[in-house]
């Protein structure tokens, strides 16, 4: 039976808040695009908020993505949520983590497994990657570095799709042509 990952400590993307932006941006446009008639041109409303819904799905989706990067320290590994997929990584086959040049996981066969819940960047190498050297503290007591990799044991992918996007972009546009169409039936 796999154990699921018991909470210890979470490490979110430092470009998390890049991402609240993003889809920020991408709800406001839509917004926007729906609200607004287009000068010379008289459009119905559906027409306008068909036209806004497709700019927030294309825009807002990068944005999501970014959102669900994050490590999480589990009783057995880590487990690295990425944009596209989750890897679950075994302590016993970890050999360090590395923060030199954002957050890597070197594992003892010598691979390295980029995360970027900590990306390479300018602010990161001026500042040292502080976060990235916490969750190092927080993992280092769970390695054996001496020890080999055990039989049989690997790295665990997953793609994982967020869809739950879509359907909830598409309610939040919904509510805001309701909103729009019963503020133009008193108007």
Known sequence: MESEPETMSRLRSS??????????FSVALGFF???????????????????????????????WLQLRCRVVLGKDGLLMHNR??????????????????GLGVELKDGRI?????VSPSLGGRIGGY????KLRQAVQPRLTPADPAPEG?????H???????????TAVHGLWYLSLLAAGARG
């Open 15 to 24: 470009e998390f808040g890049v991402g609240v932006v993003g889809l920020c």
């Open 33 to 63: 695009l729906a609200a607004v008639q287009p000068a010379g041109e008289v459009l119905p409303l559906w027409q306008r908020s068909l036209h806004g819904l497709p700019w927030s799905l294309a825009l807002g989706y990068p944005a």
């Open 84 to 101: 596209l997929t989750d890897i679950r990584v075994p302590y016993g086959l970890i050999q360090r983590i590395l923060t030199t040049d």
């Open 113 to 117: 497994l980029e995360s970027p819940a």
């Open 130 to 133: 502080p976060s990235a050297k």
């Open 153 to 157: 044991l690997d790295i665990e992918r």
């Open 159 to 169: 793609v994982q799709l967020s869809w739950a996007f879509f359907p909830v972009m």
